[in-house]
């Protein structure tokens, strides 16, 4: 919603000052140039990056008109969850949780937090590293390691449509520059007509300067930083399973566990310890 008013504000902006300036909107509407600057973006987009790169791009762009799924609610919701497990794992033996994680959509646990159990990424994530856990094999530095690797590749796949997008932004005005060019030899060669329709040419030929800016930068500019925020937010998630589960794994009870990764989620969505501690007793009681 924030991007569809954010253009609208753009365009309002530039168009209405404008008009509001003796302009003519009729002057800027050039289909041609449009034309000429986004086919030329497509087609360097296509050939610069491979099919990996622009399918994840092409799955990417929509999120963009949601909004963040990774709220103060869902936090909550993956904490409590967590809790509950390491208790379990504490007072029956990790064996006992061997079927949560193994069949999560099955587990009376996991069942009862849908939030979590919609993201099959994070669940997978998550029920991998208990599994570990269980099976007894290995240390704290290990699975640390094994978790920071896992979450750098996550993080270097997020990139990929975030750098797609950035550099299809920086052509744009390179395009625009093109367009004008095109727009110019088109002049250059017509300068025997009046000097009025003349102009027309001139002007029609600098839209194109005009068009590929403003798309770079009021436009397909801001998606890049906008799924890169997105990026930073999916990441945090897995931090924070991985803080807790490793403070588990070091002997930490689990409600000093769930403090761990409470303490390194954004601010925005951290929920204090009160409202967490509530929250998890709430579960336990359903």
């Known amino acids: 919603m924030l991007v569809i008013i954010g253009y609208l504000v753009v365009c309002g902006s530039v168009f ?4 509001m300036s003796g302009g003519h909107l009729a002057a800027l509407m ?27 791009t092409m799955k ?5 008109l949601k909004g963040s799924t990774y709220t103060k609610a869902l936090y909550m919701e993956l904490m409590s969850l967590l809790f509950e497990i390491l208790t379990k794992s504490r007072k029956e033996g990790l064996m006992s949780i061997e079927g949560d994680i193994e ?4 587990s009376p646990i996991f069942s009862k937090y849908p939030g979590v159990l919609a993201d099959h990424h994070l669940i997978e994530f998550m029920t991998d590293y208990l599994r570990l856990m269980v099976s007894g094999n290995m240390d704290a530095f290990q699975i640390e390691n094994l978790m920071d690797n896992e979450i750098e590749t996550h993080h270097h796949e997020g990139e990929i449509p975030v750098h797609c997008i950035a550099k299809l932004g ?21 300068v ?20 590929g800016i403003l798309l770079a930068y009021g436009f ?5 930083s906008l799924l890169e925020q997105k990026l930073h937010e999916s990441t945090k998630i897995y931090q924070c399973v991985k803080v807790t589960l490793l403070a588990s794994l070091n002997g930490y009870a689990p409600a000093l566990s769930i403090e761990f990764g409470r303490k390194v989620l954004f601010s925005t969505e951290r ?15 359903k």
């Open 30 to 56: 050039q289909p041609l140039e449009l034309l000429m600057i986004g086919g030329a973006a497509l087609g360097a987009f296509l050939v610069g990056n491979n099919n990996k790169a622009i399918k994840a």
């Open 103 to 106: 069949e999560p959509e099955n």
């Open 60 to 64: 990417a762009l929509p999120t963009v």
């Open 192 to 211: 025997g007509i009046p000097p009025s329709e003349l102009g027309m040419l001139i002007a029609h030929a600098l839209v194109g300067t005009f068009l």
């Open 220 to 224: 397909v500019g801001p998606l890049s």
């Open 271 to 285: 929920p204090t310890f009160l409202e967490l501690e509530e929250h998890v007793k709430q579960a336990k009681s």
């Open 170 to 190: 920086d052509g744009m005005p390179a395009f625009g520059i093109v367009a004008a060019v095109m727009g110019v030899v088109h002049t250059m060669e017509s």
């Open 16 to 19: 209405g000052g404008f008009v």
